[in-house]
């Protein structure tokens, strides 16, 4: 599985350092970029043999479309 998620940052985000642990969120459906905010959930509705690639609103919160991979 793919998806496509809009990103318009120019830049990156600075994470100081930390007294615990960060998480980065990998899936691009943050709502809180850079960090994970649990949105990741919403990839449980995708299949996992690299089929299709899954087209999310601007909003990140929707599947929008799926195209083949
Ligand atoms: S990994 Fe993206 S929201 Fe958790």
């Known amino acids: 599985m793919a998806r496509l998620v809009r990103h318009d940052a120019m830049g990156p985000i ?3 350092p930390q007294g615990k642990s960060v998480w980065v969120c990998a899936c691009g459906l943050s709502q809180n970029l850079p960090y994970c905010d649990g949105s990741h959930k919403t990839c449980r509705q ?24």
Do not use: F, G, H, L
Request: charged share 45%.
């Open 14 to 16: 600075e994470i100081p």
């Open 46 to 69: 995708e299949e996992t043999d690299d089929s299709k690639v899954y087209v999310y609103d601007d909003e990140r919160m929707n599947v929008v479309d799926t195209q083949d991979a």
